[in-house]
């Protein structure tokens, strides 16, 4: 499809509504760290569950490719993240090794994949099937968003070192079970509340919808576990994407 690169108000609007929320969600990760003495870990987590849901105004652009700037303007920020001008959010997502390094290394990727995903299908023209994107970032938001803590807490003394990442069943159960929840949300949100024609009707496309949620967090969950150190937020997002890209189209959901 042919993709008109220009901008009208409109997207103006859906832009800035985009870059707000998600320095609000940036800046209360911040002020949990600052104000409330919550923990890196916990500022982090509130940044990886819901940062990325400022993919959720795509369908509201006139002009999807826009959306790409809000994820590449991120990049930019979190690739500068040690500055003085955004030290208080690096701050609120450092690990120790990044104060070490001075980058956050695991955030940066993580808007690096959704910045990937957004270009990939709005500078095509295919937007209408960001569903697909959609649903690998939502897994990675939600389900690795959620392992590490529920593996930690209940997993801890049952882990195993796999590539130089600690792994346990309780932290891959929580990325699938919460993946899968992640991908159904996207699929409701880009598939069936849709600008465009929905892609998930009552009946049988409610059961490819369940079935594609459920393959997206299986891969998910299978490449989190053989990922090296530090490239989950990268592996899992892409692989998961391309996983169900292959079967949504054989599914009938894809049509070229």
Not at 148 to 154: D, N, V
Not at 213 to 222: C, E, K, M, N, W
Not at 242 to 253: D, H, K, P, R, T
Request: aromatic share 14%; net charge neutral; glycine share 8%.
């Amino acid at each position: 499809m042919q993709v008109e690169f220009t901008i009208v108000f409109e997207d103006i609007i859906v832009f800035f509504i985009a870059v707000i929320y998600a320095v609000v969600v940036l800046t209360i990760g911040d002020v949990a760290r600052r104000k409330m003495n919550l923990s890196p870990d916990i500022s982090r987590k509130i940044v990886h569950l819901f940062a990325g849901a400022a993919i959720w105004t795509l369908p509201f652009f006139p002009h999807p490719w826009v959306a790409s700037i809000v994820a590449l303007l991120f990049v930019i920020m979190l690739g500068m993240a040690n500055t003085e001008r955004f030290g208080r959010f690096f701050e609120a997502m450092a690990r120790p090794e990044d104060l070490e390094h001075g980058s956050v290394r695991g955030p940066f990727w993580y808007a690096v994949s959704i910045t990937i995903l957004t270009v990939i299908f709005t500078f095509t023209g295919n937007a209408g099937i960001f569903f697909v994107a959609g649903a690998a970032i939502q897994i990675m938001m939600f389900g690795d968003g959620m392992s590490a803590p529920i593996g930690m807490k209940y997993g801890a003394n049952h882990t195993r070192v796999i590539f130089g990442s600690k792994r346990s069943l309780q932290g891959s159960l929580a990325l699938f079970v919460f993946g899968f929840l992640g991908a159904v949300i996207a699929f409701w949100w880009f598939g069936i509340f849709s600008l465009a024609t929905p892609i998930f009707t009552p009946g049988a496309g409610y059961v490819n919808l369940i079935l594609l949620a459920f393959i997206g967090a299986l891969v998910a969950t299978l490449v989190e576990l053989v990922s090296p150190k530090g490239t989950d937020n990268v592996t899992l997002p892409l692989i998961s994407c391309v996983v169900m890209f292959i079967v949504a189209m054989q599914m009938g959901l894809i049509v070229f």
